[in-house]
């Protein structure tokens, strides 16, 4: 038989010899041999689904991810054992939703080690129904959300990801490795572990499981897991913030020697005294949860807090190289309210906005002549608003909301492709006459990835009426590609590849385009620092996406393939669209497995 579980909520799904609770459609015989298909035929075919109500199976048509994404992870371990840890799970991943929409997971560990796991594609609140939240027992949890990438939407791939060797392994990771190809290489001919997805994720997973499997002990100790967590990161090149779980052990937390990815860890004192702890991408979840005491994980450290003595335990596991966390987080991703690397992400899109009207006033000679040639400072909402208040502030201009959004409608650069960001744009967004109609406009974003959402908002406020519509960049010109997790564009596909200032322009139909300076992008987050107990010597940024120059290295082989990767995805989303496509030629062209009973076959 072929095919991957795609969903599965409530216990794990039952071991070999159990009694039949799923149907599995061979690919090989049912969906290869068609040439045109119906959807949902092609879905069950490689679809697994849970027969028992509790199942809630999903099913997906089994296609190649891209990398692992931007995403959120949590975790939690509550001091009462009969605690149920599900329910501020996910309450825990609605405060950290932006983070990703694409797809959900929880795992619990129960009273006697007993893991239940629910995860699927689709927001928190669609994943997680109360009959499959009535299955996740246990006082403690991992949870986690995906943001989705061109192509890559296959439930397989959603975490949590667990392995029951050894002493059952559960993580959720958010980043990207950068030397991925390596580590299969050695997972499969070194460990012989299967790896069943194209995540980097579960290499991930399955590299830490190799180091654990190395004690060769009946029970492990902390010990133990920070030794196998050397290891992993003298191995593991990229990006990684990750929350663990050891099956009726405790939860896990580590990060990468650059601290590329956030992560951070909070307490929350009971009415008796005892402490509950929880792990999470962005402080957000920790302040509106009770978390009050809370600290950054540091770059190449890792935390274990034992569900037994229920005190977290700390190891710096290798030195940090350069604490330099992304720079995009401060400018896009995160959410305002949170504090990371003790850097306000509000704080920082305010002086963002402020040096973005100084270069403004900078290129037009003065005050003055900026207000004779602007008229009105409007955001593209979200992000931007706080940034481009302050630049209204600064310029002395009106800020207006000429854009009203549709709440319902995701974001737009990581649509599957250029046709549906147009639409998806027009959906999203409705210009106000009232606030375009016979002015000049200066309208600010948070960045320009692709130039395809940038070129219908200026079109949409030339229809409202708009005189003039000048574009200003909170973030510098985006001229090279993101490595550590989050899917702006193929290189070539960015809208500053190879163009200057007065192309950008014209290529978005603008009047004019400003963007921000790196220099004063960095200042702008240097100057937003906490001071007191969330102070952090942050020593720079991750800035390869303006600079090219990436703080792990990464080989021109490895760019390479993953503009492959990100080519054969868009190919296989468009294909896949289209209910009359040959699935022999997605799955061939996506896929190229090789067929490992040619390794599992002796002499």
């Known amino acids: 038989m072929s095919g991957r579980v795609a969903s599965f909520c409530g216990r794990m799904p039952p071991a070999a010899g159990a009694p039949p609770q799923t149907l599995v459609a061979t690919a090989s015989q049912e969906l290869l ?66 983070r990703g929409q694409d797809a959900a997971g929880i795992i619990t560990s129960g009273p006697g080690g007993r893991l239940y796991m629910c995860k699927g594609n689709g927001m928190a609140r669609d994943v997680f129904t109360q009959s499959k939240m009535n299955g996740l027992v246990g006082n403690m949890g991992i949870g986690h959300l995906r943001y989705p990438t061109a192509g890559g939407f296959a439930n397989s791939e959603a975490q949590p990801f667990y392995v029951n060797s050894p002493y ?32 980097d994720s579960e290499l991930l997973l399955n590299v830490f499981a190799s180091k654990l499997q190395e004690t060769n002990k009946v029970r492990i100790n902390d010990k133990d897991i920070f030794t196998a967590l050397k290891g ?14 050891l099956a009726g052990y405790g939860i896990i937390g580590f990060r ?25 991408s962005e402080s957000i979840a920790l302040d509106a949860m009770g978390f009050k005491e809370w600290f950054d994980i540091k770059p190449g450290q890792a935390v274990i807090i034992d569900k037994h003595n229920m005190t977290p335990v700390l190891q710096q596991i290798v030195p940090a190289e350069a604490y330099t966390p992304d720079i995009f987080e401060y400018v ?112 600010v ?68 385009v400003f963007y921000q300076d790196l220099d004063d992008l960095i200042a702008a987050c ?25 703080i792990t290295g990464v080989e021109e082989s490895y760019l390479s393939y993953l503009e492959e990767i990100r080519g054969k995805n868009q190919r296989l989303k468009e294909l896949g669209d289209r209910a009359d496509t040959a699935v022999s030629q997605v799955l061939g062209e996506a896929k190229a497995e090789v067929d490992i009973g040619l390794y599992n076959q002796g002499d």
């Open 332 to 443: 896009y991703f995160a959410r305002p309210d949170s504090v990371m690397d003790g850097i306000s992400v509000y704080r920082s899109r305010l002086a963002m906005g402020d040096s973005l009207a100084k270069n403004i006033i900078k290129r037009y000679g003065g005050l003055d002549k900026v207000k004779e040639a602007i008229d009105v400072v409007i955001p593209v909402p979200d992000t931007s608003r706080h940034s481009a208040l302050q630049a209204a502030v600064t310029l002395d201009l009106p800020y207006r909301e000429g854009f009203i959004k549709n709440r319902y409608v995701g974001r737009t650069f990581i649509m599957p492709n250029q046709q549906e960001r147009r639409s998806s744009v027009r959906r999203k967004l409705n210009a106000m006459s009232l606030e375009f109609s016979g002015r000049n406009v200066l309208l």
């Open 168 to 199: 059952g392994l559960v993580l959720s990771h958010n980043g990207n490795l950068v030397n991925a190809p390596a580590l299969k290489k050695y997972l499969d001919e070194d460990v012989h572990r299967h790896i069943n997805t194209d995540s």
């Open 256 to 280: 990468d020697p650059h601290g590329i990815r956030p992560l951070v860890l909070g307490s929350r004192t009971r009415k008796d005294g005892k402490k509950d702890y929880m792990l999470a």
């Open 445 to 512: 974003d948070d960045s320009i990835v692709r130039g395809t959402t940038s070129k219908e908002i200026v079109q949409m406020a030339k229809e409202a009426g708009a005189k003039k519509v000048f574009f200003a960049s909170c973030a510098p010109a985006i001229r090279h590609n993101h490595i550590y997790g989050i899917d702006l564009a193929d290189t070539k596909a960015l809208v500053a590849y190879d163009r200057d200032e007065e192309s950008i322009s014209k290529e978005i139909g603008a009047d004019g």
């Open 526 to 550: 240097n100057e937003s620092s906490h001071s007191g107990a969330h102070q952090v010597n942050v020593e720079g940024y991750e800035v390869g996406v303006f600079t090219g120059n990436y």
């Open 232 to 245: 992993v990161y003298e191995m593991v090149r990229g990006a990684y913030a990750c929350a663990g779980m």
């Open 33 to 98: 041999g068609l040439r045109r298909y119906d959807s949902s035929v092609a879905r069950g075919a490689v679809g697994v689904w849970g027969a028992a109500p509790a199942a809630g199976g999903r099913s997906s048509v089994d296609v190649r991810l891209l990398t692992e994404l931007r995403c959120g992870v949590i975790g939690l371990l509550l001091a009462d054992p009969m605690g149920i840890a599900s329910a501020e799970l996910l309450e825990g991943t609605h405060y950290l939703q932006h």
